[in-house]
């Protein structure tokens, strides 16, 4: 494992994760749950394709599992897409 894909750092890239949640609603309470997080600035998400993704922004670095958690502590999942 690495700094890069065990951690999100901050930039305007971001980090792009894949989810199960496909209602609006649900996407929702995920971008809100993640809003709580200190240091994630933005989420992004992306609706029109499946399994719907977000792109989560940071102005420091967090980790992965940090998202991965809160994400599943409402009952869905976060899964990081690999780096190119």
Not at 11 to 29: D, Q
Not at 60 to 74: H, L, T
Request: no cysteine; net charge negative.
């Amino acid at each position: 494992m690495s700094l890069l894909t065990d951690n999100i750092i901050p930039g305007e890239h971001g980090k792009i994760f894949s989810t199960n949640a496909n209602e609006e609603i649900e996407l929702t309470e995920i971008k809100n749950k993640l809003l709580k997080i200190d240091g994630i600035t933005d989420v992004q998400i992306n609706n029109t394709i499946f399994p719907k993704e977000f792109t989560i922004t940071t102005n420091k670095v967090i980790s992965v599992q940090d998202v991965e958690r809160a994400v599943k502590a409402i009952g869905y999942h976060a899964i990081p897409k690999a780096i190119i």
